[in-house]
Structures are given as C-alpha cells and as structure tokens.
C-alpha cells in the first residue's frame, strides 16, 4: 500500500492524472501497477484499478485475477468496483474512503446513488429500445457450442 | 440500436466475445462503435460500452461525451453504468434487459446486490488499510495549483 501512495503522490506531482494508484500483487510480487490517467489520455474509464486490472491480465494472459491481490489508495468507486467483481481477485485493499475522496472533490458517492436509482430517476436519461429485437444477440450466444463464458 | 444489434450479433458468430454491442453517435453520426472482448483480448474490462466510450474518447480527443449518445445492445452492468457517469453523454439507449442477460448467463444483478452491500459482507473481501497514510495523496491534489478536475 506504501508504493502505491508513493506512486499516487507521484502522478499528481508529474502532471499524469489524479491522485489515484493502485497495484496487482500475486504471490508477494507486484505485476501491474496504475495510475490515474483519464485527463491525460482523454479516457474517462482510465481509473488507476482499470489500468492496473487490464495491465495484470495482460501479464498473466488471462482475463481472470484468480489468487491475486488489488491494492488501491482510495476505495474503489462504483466503475471499479463492477471490474473488481468481473476480474475476480481474491481481495482489495484501499487506502482512504469514498468520503475522503469527496472532500478532494471526486463524488463517487453520487454515481453510488445514481446506480440504485430506477432507470427513469436517473440524471443520464437510460432508455429501453428495440428489445425485442435486441434479444437475437442472446439466442445466438445460446446457440453457439463453442462460446466461452466469462 | 439495429446497427448495434447486428454488430453483437457478428461478435458471436465471429468469436470475438460475448453477445454485447454499443455505439457512440455524435450530430447524427456514428463516431465509435465496441464488442465484448473481454475473453479474446484478457481484459474483463473490454465490455462493448467501455470499447465504445473509450474509442469515442480517442475519437474527439476528450474525456467527456458532451452532446453523445451511446446505444447499447444490452442494459450495462454496474462497471459499464459507472463509466456512463464518468464520460457523461447526453443520453443512453438499451435494447435488451439485464434479467434478459441473466437468463442469458449473465448475472449483472449479482454485481448490482454486491455493490450496495457494506463492504464487509461483500463476496470479495474490502479492506481499508493505512488510511491515514493514503490521505498524502489527495493533500498533494489539492495543493496542485494547475489540477485538472475530470
């Protein structure tokens, strides 16, 4: 955890992006490590958890953190925390709270509060279209022997 | 949203990913388009929205989506939503349900459930850890006079 607050530290004072880091440990090794880079590469998913989640997959050539530790310097907001669940590490470690956070100005909680929310309370309209139509993507998928769940 | 449709629909029979698609339209014009690759390119990341936002994001040089639509084959997952709230487009459009996906074998509900859970009952453990350390971080973001808030 002291790296990655070093790292953190470190992207702030180098211009690259939040104060964010975050690094994937696997038998006591660290193999990936992000920052925050969402201004400076104009990618708004670039959260220091997904950088250093898809670095570590690259690494182990698998899309799947099985046995490997996350260590983030703040508690992972809501986008993070969906990718955690996806790739599946064995734990997280975070360093400040989402309330930290916010008195820093990085209102997670308010997407926290947005997801629980009926689609239609929303402050991003999300609009259901063409579902019918849209289930052919699923019945192909069921359809296919050979398919590869994740 | 039938463009997307058949795009999903080509990324199974191809097996490229799972059964999801999303666009990016901008003034009438589709800017960026993404598949689920999460298991062809080791990235539990790579779910169609997020290819979608990221490659529009290239695509205009910015972090945000102002004045974008995305659509999306399938109602996103908890990772995908809170990338929605972070790149901000105007508005998004769903073909298929979550409780289609999960009859699909997609459980994006159990992401849902685990999100609002205390981190101490979720099914991956969350641990804080040396809080009062990781504070350094936001303190040096603060005192950063030229910051770019994202």
């Known amino acids: 955890m002291r790296q ?4 953190a530290v470190e992207n702030v004072r180098s211009g690259h ?8 440990v696997k038998d006591g090794r660290v193999i990936a490590s ?3 880079r969402v201004t400076t590469s104009n990618d708004p998913t670039a959260h220091a958890e997904i950088v250093a989640i898809r670095q570590a ?16 310097t703040c508690e992972p ?6 990718a ?17 956070a916010a008195q820093a100005g990085f209102d997670d909680a308010f997407i926290y509060r947005q ?15 063409l579902r019918e139509e849209a ?3 699923f019945r192909e998928w069921l359809a296919k022997p050979d398919r590869m769940p994740y």
Chains 1, 2 share one sequence.
């Open 34 to 36: 992000g920052t925050n």
């Open 57 to 72: 997959c690259a690494e182990l050539g698998s899309f799947q953190l099985e046995g490997c530790d996350l260590y983030a």
């Open 135 to 137: 289930l052919a993507c």
């Open 77 to 82: 907001c809501p986008m993070c925390l969906g």
């Open 115 to 129: 997801l629980v929310l009926p689609a239609e309370q929303r402050s991003i309209p999300i609009v259901s279209l």
């Open 4 to 7: 990655a607050i070093e790292i």
């Open 17 to 24: 992006g939040g104060p964010f880091a975050a690094l994937v």
């Open 84 to 100: 955690i669940y996806w790739a599946r590490p064995a734990r997280v470690f975070y360093g400040a709270t989402a309330a930290d």
